[in-house]
């Protein structure tokens, strides 16, 4: 494993990509074609060099995918949508509305999540 300490990270510009469409939710996983995200990164190619990814779902394998096969010069920043672990009910968006069963399988899928980033 390379020592972190020893890359370097070139400041360039940066944008957070979903690729997306009407109809399209990691909530339904319902995901973005490899043709619809290799539209999308053609676009922005030009542009922009480093790409923030909200999820390690198949969406972003998908992402890496084209990356890679279409040989684009993207730097990517992989994320985790870490679900609730715990009932929030002062939460402005309503987080305190889980089950004890929600809640233990929210926690096995952010651990799997972060395993995977790691």
């Not at 399988?105 to 395993?115: C, H, P, T």
Request: aromatic fraction near 10%.
């Amino acid at each position: 494993m390379q020592d972190i300490r020893q890359q370097v990270v070139v400041p360039e510009r940066a944008i957070c990509y979903s690729g997306f469409r009407e109809g399209q939710s990691p909530a339904t996983q319902t995901f973005p074609s490899y043709e619809e995200i290799k539209e999308d990164l053609l676009i922005l190619q030009p542009h922009w060099r480093y790409l923030r990814l909200y999820d390690c779902d198949q969406h972003a394998e998908t992402v890496i995918e084209v990356i890679k096969n279409e040989g684009l010069d993207f730097q990517l920043m992989l994320g985790a949508y870490i679900e609730a672990e715990m009932n929030n009910f002062g939460c402005p968006w309503g987080g305190g509305h889980y089950t004890e069963d929600e809640i233990a399988a929210n926690i096995e899928r952010n651990e799997a999540k972060i395993a995977k980033l790691i």
